[in-house]
C-alpha cells in the first residue's frame, strides 16, 4: 500500500496497539455487516480484492469465489483466511493481478492512510484496470466534512476525503457512481461501546438513523 507510513514494524505496532484488545468484537461486528448489507454487491462466484485488508474482517467473512487481500502490514498474513491470497505491496504500483481479473475492489478506512491524491488516482486506475467492466469498487471512509477535528486523532491519517470528492475521482477515472451516501456507519470502533449484532443489523436496515450517526461515506461505483 502507498502509505504515509510504509514501515512495516511501524505498521504491526500501530494496528497491534489500535485493535488487539477488540479483536473478537471486531470479528463479530464484520460478520454482520458483511452478512447483513455488504454480501448483496458479492455474487458467490465473485473475485474479490480487500485493498487494505488489516486483520482481513471483511474478506474473511464475505462468501464469494477467490479472495485476494492487499496490505503492508507483517500482521495481515497471520490474520487472513488460509483461502486469501496476499499481495504485499504499494497499492500505487501496479498491481500483481491480470486485466479484468477481478469483481469486486472492496476497501474500509483506508484512502486516509494514503499520502496524497496521486496516490489515489494511482490506486483508482490500477483498480479499474483489474477490474472486469461492469465491475464494483466498494469505499467505506472518515468523511471529514463531518469528522474535522477526530479525524486527527489517529497519526496514520493523511489524505482527507468527503463522498462527494472520491466520487468525483472515481468518476474521473473509469467509474460511473453507482450509490454514494456522505453518511453511513459511525466514525470509528476504537473506544467505543461494543454493540450487539443485533442492534447492529437494525442500524444497517434504517437508513434514517445512518444521518444521525453516520461520520463515514460510502460509496459505490462501477467499472465503464
Known amino acids: 500500500m502507498s502509505q504515509s507510513i510504509k514501515n512495516p514494524a511501524e505498521l504491526q505496532s500501530i494496528y497491534r496497539r489500535r485493535f ?3 479483536t473478537a468484537y471486531r470479528n463479530r461486528l464484520w460478520q ?9 454487491f458479492v455474487a458467490p462466484d465473485a473475485a474479490v480484492l480487500d485493498l ?7 474478506i474473511n467473512h464475505i462468501r464469494c469465489g477467490r479472495k485476494y487481500g492487499m496490505d503492508l502490514n507483517p500482521e495481515s498474513r497471520t490474520r487472513v483466511a488460509p483461502e486469501v491470497t496476499l499481495l504485499n505491496q504499494d497499492c500505487s ?6 486485466d479484468g481479473s477481478l469483481d469486486v475492489v472492496f476497501t474500509s478506512n483506508f484512502f486516509e492512510h494514503l499520502p496524497d ?26 468523511n471529514i466534512k463531518f469528522v474535522p ?29 453507482t450509490q454514494s451516501h456522505g453518511r453511513f ?7 467505543t461501546p461494543e454493540f450487539p449484532s443485533a442492534l447492529i443489523r437494525l442500524y444497517l436496515a434504517s437508513p434514517w438513523v445512518w444521518r444521525i450517526f453516520g461520520k463515514q461515506f460510502l460509496v459505490v461505483a462501477e467499472r465503464i
Do not use: M
Request: proline share 5%; with cysteine.
Open 185 to 191: 456507519l459511525p466514525y470509528s470502533t476504537v473506544n
Open 52 to 58: 487494505g485488508c488489516g486483520y482481513g474482517e471483511f
Open 32 to 40: 454482520t455487516l458483511t452478512q447483513s448489507y455488504f454480501q448483496q
Open 149 to 177: 477535528g477526530a479525524y486527527w486523532d489517529f497519526w496514520d491519517h493523511f489524505l482527507c476525503l468527503t463522498d462527494k470528492s472520491l466520487g468525483e475521482a472515481l468518476e474521473n477515472n473509469g467509474f460511473r457512481l
Open 93 to 98: 504500483r501496479p498491481w500483481e493481478l491480470a
Open 20 to 22: 488487539d484488545r477488540r
Open 117 to 142: 491524491k496521486a496516490a489515489l488516482r494511482e490506486t483508482i486506475t490500477q483498480a479499474a484496470r483489474c477490474l472486469k467492466p461492469g465491475g464494483k469498487i466498494i469505499a467505506l471512509g472518515p
